[in-house]
């Protein structure tokens, strides 16, 4: 049977090397990474009846997907499907010995290398093909899973191909890719959208035409893998807004479990007198412990006829808190945290308007927090940026339900924000807002634990590590 493939995967399956070849794929979103992966599985299973095919995935829970279901869709596609057996893990021709099985290389801890030192296979193997190798947790486990699984290579020819799709929060995989493409042993292939083209459907094409004249970071890093020109300088480099900011219409059509229940909502405020702004970000902590920002507050000093004294300032602020207790905390049932830039005299004249206000209501469940913990400011904007990394915050599109409270200056900050080479904020541009939103998103990052997620109190109760026992002990928990 005839396999179609684009040119620029040719040197990949090329089967006539009497030896050990390897491929690394540095391969961007719509390059047909996947499709050409599921090909050259049929081509290792059928030539090589003798040998099994191996595939790596970070996870066994993800084993039915990725590389298995391509190769699935292709042989439907071809009108085979009716000939194989298909498990969870695995894969095989009615009639023949040999099969194709998924092998989890990594666990969920993070210092644990040595995934696949124990794994026996039933028979060597001809291909070990691993998708999404910048999922793993750092080199190391690469390396290892590489020495378990070469050792098996006995046939006249087999190979290797990493396959891995380009990010900015895998770092290590991007110098990974530098190495090799300077190492002879290696075949290393850079596609693009641009190398099959002809077979991507138009729909596609013009959103990654918008996406090109529009947010052009977003296209170098996303389509072209070009991490260079999407700017590793670039504090929140982590944040891609089409997957980062989300319109509240895509939340409220989702089906609601109970992990997505708010926990507690985190304020932060930044009053920044010397920049002539005032900002604020309210995190809503689901009880799984993700975060979604929703309605955000930004007066710009400047644009008014006169600079609001500070009573008038907190008085602004107050009425944000009345506007997201009204709409996310009417019963003044969820716990609400006020973090407050230490540097400014607002948490003070706020503490003295919680004591004095008659309008009790609107301080039930609530608590003011002096945001003390500034020191190695770089540190926490990076860990806010691994946030947007992991998938675990979110800011949300809000301009249709809320006008007067939007996200549109966070998510500007957001993009604008860069590290000078001393790997400074560059104080030239505004970062109000993100610096509202490192207050929010540190409170629940810094001791997660101690606000009592149910999920995560789980796994802490079980946790025996060193860690975790100090913090029991220091807390009486013991």
Same mark, same amino acid.
């Given at each position: 049977?005839?396999?179609?493939?684009?040119?620029?995967?040719?040197?990949?399956?090329?089967?006539?090397?009497?030896?050990?070849?390897?491929?690394?794929?540095?391969?961007?979103?719509?390059?047909?990474?996947?499709?050409?992966?599921?090909?050259?599985?049929?081509?290792?299973?059928?030539?090589?009846?003798?040998?099994?095919?191996?595939?790596?995935?970070?996870?066994?829970?993800?084993?039915?997907?990725?590389?298995?279901?391509?190769?699935?869709?292709?042989?439907?596609?071809?009108?085979?499907?009716?000939?194989?057996?298909?498990?969870?893990?695995?894969?095989?021709?009615?009639?023949?010995?040999?099969?194709?099985?998924?092998?989890?290389?990594?666990?969920?801890?993070?210092?644990?290398?040595?995934?696949?030192?124990?794994?026996?296979?039933?028979?060597?193997?001809?291909?070990?093909?691993?998708d999404e190798v910048q999922k793993l947790h750092n080199k190391g486990i690469l390396d290892n899973c590489l020495s378990t699984f070469l050792r098996q290579m006995k046939a006249g020819h087999s190979k290797v191909i990493l396959a891995g799709n380009?990010?900015?929060?895998?770092?290590?995989?991007?110098?990974?890719?530098? +190495? /090799?493409?300077?190492?002879? *042993?290696?075949?290393? %292939?850079?596609?693009? =959208? &641009? #190398?099959? !083209?002809?077979?991507?459907?138009?729909?596609?094409?013009?959103?990654?035409?918008?996406?090109?004249?529009?947010?052009?970071?977003?296209?170098?890093?996303?389509?072209?893998?070009?991490?260079?020109?999407?700017?590793?300088?670039?504090?929140?480099?982590?944040?891609?807004?089409?997957?980062?900011?989300?319109?509240?219409?895509?939340?409220?059509?989702?089906?609601?479990?109970?992990?997505?229940?708010?926990?507690?909502?985190?304020?932060?405020?930044?009053?920044?007198?010397?920049?002539?702004?005032?900002?604020?970000?309210?995190?809503?902590?689901?009880?799984?412990?993700?975060?979604?920002?929703?309605?955000?507050?930004?007066?710009?000093?400047?644009?008014?006829? +006169? /600079?609001?004294?500070?009573? *008038?300032?907190?008085? %602004?602020?107050?009425? =944000? &808190? #009345?506007? !997201?207790?009204?709409?996310?905390n009417p019963e003044r049932a969820i716990p609400i945290i006020m973090v407050f830039d230490c540097a400014s005299g607002m948490y003070r004249q706020m503490a003295v308007m919680k004591r004095t206000d008659r309008n009790f209501m609107r301080w039930?469940?609530?608590?003011?927090?002096?945001?003390?913990?500034?020191?190695?400011?770089?540190?926490?904007?990076?860990?806010?940026?691994?946030?947007?990394?992991?998938?675990?915050?979110?800011?949300?599109?809000?301009?249709?339900?809320?006008?007067?409270?939007?996200?549109?200056?966070?998510?500007?900050?957001?993009?604008?924000?860069?590290?000078?080479?001393?790997?400074?904020?560059?104080?030239?541009?505004?970062?109000?807002?993100?610096?509202?939103?490192?207050?929010?998103?540190?409170?629940?990052?810094?001791?997660?634990?101690?606000?009592?997620?149910?999920?995560?109190?789980a796994i802490y109760d079980a946790d025996n590590g060193a860690e975790a026992f100090l913090e029991k002990l220091k807390y009486g928990e013991l």
């Amino acid at each position: 049977m005839k396999v179609e493939i684009a040119d620029v995967y040719e040197p990949a399956f090329d089967m006539s090397t009497p030896k050990c070849c390897k491929n690394l794929w540095y391969a961007p979103r719509a390059c047909g990474k996947s499709s050409a992966l599921g090909r050259i599985l049929w081509l290792y299973y059928i030539n090589f009846p003798d040998y099994d095919v191996a595939i790596g995935v970070d996870s066994l829970t993800n084993a039915g997907d990725g590389v298995l279901s391509e190769f699935q869709s292709f042989l439907e596609s071809e009108n085979l499907a009716d000939d194989w057996i298909f498990s969870a893990k695995s894969c095989y021709m009615k009639g023949a010995r040999n099969q194709i099985r998924s092998y989890a290389v990594q666990t969920n801890k993070l210092d644990n290398v040595n995934a696949t030192k124990s794994k026996k296979l039933i028979r060597p193997v001809s291909l070990f093909v691993m998708d999404e190798v910048q999922k793993l947790h750092n080199k190391g486990i690469l390396d290892n899973c590489l020495s378990t699984f070469l050792r098996q290579m006995k046939a006249g020819h087999s190979k290797v191909i990493l396959a891995g799709n380009p990010d900015r929060a895998a770092m290590w995989f991007d110098d990974y890719y530098k +190495v /090799k493409s300077e190492d002879d *042993e290696w075949t290393v %292939i850079k596609p693009t =959208y &641009l #190398d099959i !083209i002809a077979w991507l459907p138009d729909a596609l094409i013009h959103e990654i035409e918008m996406m090109r004249k529009t947010d052009p970071v977003s296209y170098a890093q996303i389509y072209l893998g070009d991490l260079d020109v999407a700017g590793w300088e670039q504090t929140f480099h982590s944040f891609i807004e089409r997957e980062h900011y989300i319109p509240r219409e895509e939340l409220l059509a989702a089906p609601q479990k109970t992990g997505d229940m708010l926990h507690s909502i985190v304020i932060g405020i930044d009053d920044a007198e010397s920049k002539d702004a005032v900002a604020g970000e309210s995190v809503m902590v689901q009880r799984n412990g993700m975060m979604k920002v929703n309605e955000g507050l930004y007066i710009s000093c400047k644009e008014l006829p +006169v /600079k609001p004294a500070l009573t *008038e300032r907190c008085a %602004i602020v107050a009425e =944000y &808190l #009345d506007y !997201i207790q009204a709409h996310f905390n009417p019963e003044r049932a969820i716990p609400i945290i006020m973090v407050f830039d230490c540097a400014s005299g607002m948490y003070r004249q706020m503490a003295v308007m919680k004591r004095t206000d008659r309008n009790f209501m609107r301080w039930r469940n609530v608590l003011l927090k002096p945001y003390t913990t500034k020191g190695e400011k770089e540190e926490q904007l990076d860990e806010v940026n691994t946030a947007f990394a992991n998938g675990i915050l979110q800011v949300v599109n809000v301009d249709r339900y809320s006008p007067k409270y939007s996200n549109a200056m966070l998510v500007k900050q957001i993009k604008a924000l860069r590290y000078l080479d001393n790997k400074k904020i560059d104080p030239t541009i505004p970062n109000d807002c993100t610096d509202a939103l490192q207050y929010a998103v540190m409170t629940v990052l810094a001791n997660p634990y101690r606000l009592s997620f149910p999920e995560r109190r789980a796994i802490y109760d079980a946790d025996n590590g060193a860690e975790a026992f100090l913090e029991k002990l220091k807390y009486g928990e013991l």
